[in-house]
């Protein structure tokens, strides 16, 4: 699949080895740390994805890009995201 980074993309979908989770030998996420709701597509299910910053990058996506919201960040990471998304995405 082809990533437009100037448009968010859907928050139930996996984005496999742009996380760091997926196993690119097993074509599926390792789940080290229980049920994803991306993959479940169970909104009580906590979204587990964490970005592989190096993936991203040779793809031209900003490290935020598959974030669903700032509240999955941590502190000092939300105003770099508030900025940088809005920016990007017209928010």
Request: glycine fraction near 2%; proline fraction near 7%; include cysteine.
């Amino acid at each position: 699949m082809k990533w437009d980074k100037h448009k968010k993309p859907p928050e139930d979908i996996c984005p496999k080895n742009f996380c760091f989770l997926w196993s690119e030998l097993e074509n599926k996420c390792r789940k080290s740390f229980g049920k994803c709701r991306r993959s479940t597509v169970n909104l009580n299910d906590k979204d587990l994805y964490e970005p592989c910053e190096p993936e991203l990058e040779k793809n031209g996506l900003p490290w935020f890009y598959f974030i669903v919201s700032v509240e999955t960040l941590v502190e000092e990471n939300k105003a770099e995201y508030l900025i940088e998304s809005q920016k990007l995405w017209k928010l």
